[in-house]
């Protein structure tokens, strides 16, 4: 059972450059959440998806797009790659339980570096 | 605007000691409460998971929710080094599909 898979796990790419990172998670969750992380910034969200068929904007969603492809998979592409992007990604997946939401499991996260 | 506050730390505390790690959070109909430990270079993965109020143990962590006070804390008995990370509290407001994550407290548990 491998939980939430990311892949690429380190990429570096130019300026302008484009690129789609992926994940899938075999848990049957119904939400999933695509994340930055940045020294003394925490964890941001970018965009989220509560349920198959759906996607919404988090909290700094500029410069990205996703795809909930199914159930199972939900991609983030960078279209023109900045600098300011240089980050670590981690795509999540949850599951609504009755009146509350159970806990996010991550996936390995993928390292982006753009020069 | 609903917030998760953490203190950045680091929390230092010697091997053996108990950790006291807190979390604020701004909303009294919060449902559901997280810790999550985040080791150097690694994912955040789920510690603890809290719904009520009162304590709750697994191990050598308690979970302690006061609804009323609006915190929640991670106590870890028997500091190891092994512990030493980041601990992320995570809150789903009520109503919403996102948690909310605090930055994070560094623990730092010396031999």
């Known amino acids: 059972n491998a939980g939430v898979t990311q892949t690429p796990k380190f990429q570096v790419l130019k300026t302008g450059q484009s690129m789609t990172l992926q994940c899938a998670q075999d848990?049957?969750?119904?939400?999933m959440y695509w994340y930055r992380q940045d020294p003394g910034m925490g964890l941001r969200l970018i965009y989220y998806s509560a349920s198959e068929g759906t996607t919404d904007k988090g909290e700094v969603p500029n410069g990205y797009n996703v795809s909930r492809l199914n159930k199972r998979e939900f991609s983030l592409r960078l279209e023109s790659a900045a600098p300011s992007q240089t980050s670590v990604y981690f795509c999540?997946?949850?599951?609504?339980?009755?009146?509350?939401?159970?806990?996010?499991?991550f996936g390995d996260g993928t390292r982006l570096s753009i020069l | 605007q609903k917030e998760v506050e953490q203190n950045s730390g680091p929390l230092s505390v010697p091997e053996g000691a108990i950790a006291s790690l807190n979390c604020t959070y701004s909303d009294r109909g919060s449902q559901s409460f997280f810790w999550y430990r985040q080791y150097s270079g690694k994912s955040p993965e789920l510690i603890m998971s809290?719904?009520?109020?009162g304590d709750k143990e697994d191990g050598r962590f308690t979970a302690q929710l006061n609804k009323a006070s609006q915190y929640v804390s991670l106590l870890i008995r028997d500091s190891q080094p092994s512990d030493s990370a980041t601990y992320l509290c995570?809150?789903?407001?009520?109503?919403?599909?996102?948690?909310?994550f605090g930055r994070g407290t560094s623990l730092i548990v010396h031999p």
């Open positions: 999540a997946s949850s599951e609504a339980v009755g009146t509350g939401y159970q806990p996010q499991h």
């Open positions: 995570a809150i789903y407001y009520r109503g919403s599909y996102i948690p909310t």
């Open positions: 848990m049957n969750h119904n939400s």
């Open positions: 809290i719904y009520s109020n």
